[in-house]
């Protein structure tokens, strides 16, 4: 995805930021002397662009192109000031090249591809959030300008809460399909075959009929859940976590994470485990901040190895896999924040 995103960057921005203004530069005849404050402008819209590019390719899990947009909606950085803060990085380097070269003719460029964002903006892109992200969108949008900045970032303090129970029998239909959407996310990591493949629904039905499936419901629809296991009297284990995309970033996953410690500190368990991928962002290092650790390989018990060993048969690489622990009390069931 990498190499995806940096020819997106050279396509797009490459040629309406840099290729295009320095081509009007060389051949306008009306320009003056170089304007040295210009290259201030020039290198702040450079930061602007770079820091959204990063936040599309970390947080959106997709690149700028059109062809291979974002999986997550992006309300991150800058986003949470502005809709559209790529955008404006990119005016931003037009003016200072206009500005730099003291030239009109680019500062007259400048002013048509702003009016060119302005309509795909508006015409395109908007709709297919509405349609990609629905309402994550919706309240997002009503919150967050299209151009101007807000001054306090925007946090989400006007999104629904969503509730996390246990789940009832009419809502396990709708889980495989989220956990294929959540799959998505791990394309390049997770063996092909785990992208296609979904929880039975016997599977995730029995889990319901024993207690150990918690829902994450936006309003009454499931947008996430996660499953718990009893592998022995002492040891729980968090099988399986899963937030549709569009409900990424807001504290769900989290929420069903604890809500599955509870259960198994609930039962008398006195740890909670799981395996998770070691080197991709949002997996190792979230359950590291809701205080899962690491399990050495030999503190390794028989039902990890087996696990293990079973993710193994499936296409995983192992040394891209991680066991984790934590340890639960009944009088605080919760993982640390």
């Known amino acids: 995805m990498l190499r995806r995103a940096m ?12 290729v295009v203004p320095l081509l009007i530069a060389a051949t306008d005849p009306s320009r003056a002397a170089l304007f040295p404050p210009g290259a201030v402008v020039v290198a702040i819209g450079v930061a602007v662009l770079l820091w959204c590019v990063r936040d599309f390719y ?42 730099l070269f003291a030239s009109w003719w680019i500062a007259a460029y400048g002013a048509m591809v702003a009016a060119g ?13 509405a349609a990609q992200f ?25 999104a629904a809460p969503q509730a996390v129970v246990a789940a009832r029998p009419q809502d ?39 207690g150990r499936l918690r829902v994450a419901l936006d309003g009454d629809v499931p947008v996430g859940f996660a499953i718990g296991a009893s592998l022995s009297a002492r040891h729980a284990h ?24 509870a259960w198994a500190a609930d039962r008398g368990h006195e740890e909670i485990t799981l395996t998770t991928f070691r080197d991709v962002p949002w997996n ?28 193994a048969a499936h296409g995983f690489v192992p040394e891209r ?8 009390r009944r009088t605080d069931t919760a993982p640390a924040r």
Not at 11 to 17: E, F, I, R
Not at 178 to 198: D, K, M, V
Not at 284 to 311: T, W
């Open 7 to 18: 020819l997106a960057f050279l396509v797009l921005p490459g040629v309406v930021a840099f």
């Open 58 to 99: 970390v947080a959106g899990k997709g690149t700028l192109a059109p062809w291979d947009p974002p999986r997550r909606l992006v309300v991150v950085g800058l986003y949470r000031h502005v809709r559209n803060p790529m955008y404006v990085g990119v005016l931003a380097l037009v003016a200072g090249w206009a500005l």
């Open 117 to 129: 964002f302005h309509v795909r903006v508006v015409r395109f892109e908007e709709p297919w959030l």
């Open 134 to 158: 629905g309402e994550a969108w919706r309240r997002y949008r009503a919150d967050v300008r299209r151009w101007v900045p807000r001054i306090v970032p925007w946090t989400g303090e006007h």
């Open 172 to 210: 396990v239909a709708a889980l495989p399909a989220i956990e294929l959407a959540a799959a998505r996310l791990l394309e390049g990591h997770a063996p092909a075959s785990i992208l296609t493949e979904a929880t039975s629904l016997e599977d995730l039905q029995r889990a319901q009929r024993e």
């Open 238 to 261: 968090l099988a399986e976590v899963d937030v549709l995309p569009s409900h990424g970033r807001r504290g769900i996953g989290a929420a069903l994470v604890r809500a599955v410690c």
């Open 284 to 311: 190792m290092p979230f359950y590291a901040k809701l205080g899962f650790v690491e399990i050495p390989a030999a503190e390794l018990d028989d039902d990890l190895r087996s696990i293990l060993r079973n993710e």
């Open 321 to 328: 896999r991680v066991a984790m622990r934590l340890l639960l």
